[in-house]
């Protein structure tokens, strides 16, 4: 399981912060087109969460 509940522009390692989508694309064996449509996807989910209104 991969962790999101990080915001984007907070991920980063070795003192430099990384889109989601660089990390992805390490996982996706650098296809970078899938990566970047899987961050978008995650990105928008996690903003419509966080917007929600309680109740």
């Known amino acids: 399981m991969f962790p999101t509940e990080i915001?984007?522009?907070?991920w980063g390692g070795y003192g430099q912060?990384?889109?989601l989508a660089t990390i992805l694309g390490r996982l996706t064996d650098h296809d970078t087109e899938r990566a970047r449509g899987l961050a978008a996807q995650r990105i928008a989910a996690s903003r419509a969460e966080h917007t929600r209104l309680p109740g």
């Open 7 to 10: 915001p984007e522009g907070h």
């Open 17 to 19: 912060v990384r889109p």
